[in-house]
């Protein structure tokens, strides 16, 4: 059963809109994580955040950006979206002393379903 | 982030054990050993981590070398529901907590 939920889970929109894909977490995991994928290819981190009021942008550049005004909600937004932007973007979040693992190595991350934007 | 490298592809006859090998030669002490698997159409699950013993639960088990620089992922009956894009990750325990995903080995399974 999702504790992670992302909406839309499917958007065509038009060159030029502004879009914000929506995740939220009911696990109260203090780490939020941003992923996008192209079909078949390898997920790519592009934005996180450790707590409220904290984002940091992630190994692959993006033009989207992130706000974390709650612990349990992550947006990610597209001010202008262009076909470029066509892809999945993954949501998951993780907490390390929260996973049952034990030691700091573990930080399971839980992932969403994804949001696959289509930008005609 | 130290590097992992697993082969492309796998296939495997269903009801069968499949074991699904990572080099990590660049590892480091604190380097944990992550597995996850990503379903179609669907975002990655956790399968198993560990750091220097081997390690099972219900889904998997994890068999890591005696000198750390390669481990191995034991499915020990394939189903056609295990067929799914499978990722050796290494994450630091040093207080990086981003996972870097490779592109991991294709795992199909043949009825």
């Known amino acids: 059963e999702a504790d992670i939920y992302q909406t839309p889970r499917y958007l065509v929109i038009g060159t030029g809109k502004k879009i914000t894909l929506e995740c939220s977490q009911t696990?109260?995991?203090?780490?939020m994580y941003w992923y996008q994928q192209d079909p078949g290819m390898e997920l790519h981190l592009i934005h996180y955040?450790?707590?409220?009021?904290?984002?940091e942008k992630g190994d692959l550049s993006s033009e989207s950006t992130v706000s974390r005004i709650r612990t349990e909600h992550f947006p990610l937004t597209l001010e202008s979206a262009r076909p470029s932007h066509t892809s999945q973007y993954l949501c998951?979040?993780?907490?390390?002393?929260?996973?049952?693992?034990?030691?700091?190595?573990?930080?399971?991350?839980?992932f969403g379903a994804g949001s696959r934007l289509t930008v005609l | 982030d130290a590097k992992t490298t697993q082969p492309n592809s796998m296939e495997s006859n269903e009801e069968e054990p499949v074991h699904l090998p990572c080099n990590h030669s660049?590892?480091?002490?604190?380097?944990?050993i992550h597995w996850y698997r990503q379903l179609p159409s669907q975002g990655p699950e956790y399968v198993i981590h560990?750091?220097?013993s081997n390690v099972n639960n219900r889904m998997a088990s994890l068999a890591i070398a005696e000198d750390r620089k390669s481990s191995t992922l034991i499915l020990h009956r394939a189903t056609l529901r295990d067929a799914a894009v499978y990722y050796c990750?290494?994450?630091?325990?040093?207080?990086?907590?981003?996972?870097?995903f490779g592109k991991g080995t294709k795992l199909s399974v043949i009825p």
């Open positions: 998951a979040s993780s907490d390390p002393l929260k996973t049952g693992q034990g030691a700091s190595g573990a930080n399971v991350l839980t």
């Open positions: 696990m109260g995991h203090d780490k």
């Open positions: 955040s450790y707590g409220v009021n904290s984002t």
């Open positions: 660049t590892i480091s002490g604190t380097d944990y």
């Open positions: 560990g750091l220097t």
């Open positions: 990750i290494l994450r630091s325990g040093a207080g990086s907590y981003q996972l870097t």
